[in-house]
């Protein structure tokens, strides 16, 4: 195994390395260190290599990989490759469907953000896809995205950035401990949405609503 893998495997989450915008040294440190499983997609692999970062497996259709760095490959261990050739399913996909049915119950997602916008927002639609089977996040250096359960309590120090994001749309929804309160308020892009709200005192933030998907995005600048 890795150098990585210092806790209990599927205890704490796997960490999916996209092919998006690279995100900071820090952030990607924190994670690392963290997971049990390091599984890199596709093209996300030349500069995973290039800046020598341990990933324990390599998942894709390898439409990327036909100029890939055996030798340095080599350097990283026993790579296992999984070849996912559905093109129903974008790579993302196909990564959380192989960690899920290595019985992971949770996973981080990097570089999933930034670069093709396309992509991104895929991404972050995906993310409820697979609500019911994975705990899933995506995270950046300035954000940290998930679907939020229907019912939702958690701790904030004032002023942290919060929005609410329909998937689609969400309805009753309603909130304590936010800048602007909702209540029985209804969310649906492309005409409204719960962007750029604030926890308005030290304490929990509850929100709930009834109908629907949203998504929390936790930003940190």
């Known amino acids: 195994m890795s150098s990585h893998h210092i806790v209990r495997d599927n205890q704490e989450p796997a960490l999916i390395i996209a092919n998006g915008a690279d995100c900071g040294d820090e952030l990607l440190q924190q994670l690392m260190e963290w997971s049990p499983f390091v599984l890199a997609l596709d093209g996300a692999v030349h ?51 192989f960690l899920i049915s290595k019985g992971h119950v949770a996973a981080n997602i990097i570089w999933g953000t930034g670069r093709r916008a396309d992509h991104m927002i895929n991404n972050m639609a995906t993310l409820w896809r697979y609500h019911d089977q994975i705990t899933l996040s995506i995270l950046d250096d300035h954000s940290r995205v998930y679907p939020l359960n229907k019912q939702f309590k958690k701790w904030y120090p004032a002023g942290t950035a919060i929005s609410l994001i329909p998937v689609g749309y969400a309805s009753g929804i309603n909130s304590t401990n936010l800048q602007y309160p909702l209540m029985n308020h209804r969310l649906e892009l492309p005409h409204s949405t719960g962007s750029s709200n604030s926890v308005l005192e030290d304490g929990f933030v509850e929100i709930s609503y009834s109908e629907g998907h949203l998504l929390m995005m936790e930003c940190f600048d």
């Open 47 to 97: 500069r995973l290599l290039e800046r020598n970062i341990r990933f324990d497996a390599w998942l894709g259709d390898f439409d990327s990989g036909a100029n890939v760095d055996e030798m340095a490959l080599s350097k990283m261990g026993d790579i296992q490759r999984i070849w996912a050739e559905d093109q129903d399913k974008t790579d993302l996909q196909k990564g959380i469907e």
